[in-house]
């Protein structure tokens, strides 16, 4: 065991490598990187190398590695992607209305954030958006609030993280409109 917990080398490197990928392959949705380095037996830093080592491999061939919600996952790049679904006979990615972009904006920066809310941030209701947005995935219910009728709280969901390619929130973009704490420690 002591072998494994060497950083990723050439040989060992290409073993290891080859034992993310298949662990990558079999996955189907991001893999935790503790869970990887546990695995492997490495550390952060190595885990961190051999994922580059790996998409350096995987230059030319039809895979990538997308790192997102706390983890790897191996993907079809974009023009296969279309290819396989064409096969399948599946249609694309549905389309957003711009009052699912409009409620999803308002969950993912206010969270956790009740019907209510969404709807005054948004001047409109927003009962449909938010099932949705349920059905797709991308906001659950996160609990109560508590307030008179117990209003249902939601939230983004891990789908969110992975479909938006975020790691965490703080990965969010900063919210149009508001300018950040370090933007006015300039001026």
């Known amino acids: 065991m002591n072998e494994c917990r060497q950083e990723p080398a050439d040989e060992q490197g290409n073993l290891l490598g080859d034992r993310l990928l298949a662990i990558l392959f079999v996955a189907g949705e991001p893999v935790p990187f503790d869970r990887l380095e546990a695995w492997l037996g490495i550390g952060r830093e190595g885990l961190a190398r051999l994922l580059d080592h790996l998409g350096t491999r995987l230059v030319g061939l039809p895979w990538r590695i997308r790192l997102a ?12 992607t279309e290819f396989v679904r064409g096969l399948q006979g599946e249609r694309g990615p549905e389309s957003f209305s711009l009052a699912l972009w409009e409620s999803l904006a308002v969950v993912a920066y206010q969270q956790p954030v009740t019907r209510l809310e969404v709807e005054q941030a948004r001047q409109v209701q927003s009962d449909y958006a938010l099932e949705a947005l349920v059905r797709r995935g991308l906001v659950e219910e996160v609990g ?3 307030a008179p009728g117990r209003p249902i709280l939601y939230g983004t969901t891990r ?11 703080a990965d969010l973009p900063p919210r149009p409109g508001v300018r950040s704490p370090e933007a006015e420690s300039v001026t």
């Open 159 to 169: 789908h969110f993280l992975e479909v938006f390619g975020l790691n965490d929130l």
């Open 144 to 146: 109560r609030k508590e």
């Open 69 to 80: 919600a706390g983890g790897a996952r191996l993907v079809l790049d974009a023009e296969h």
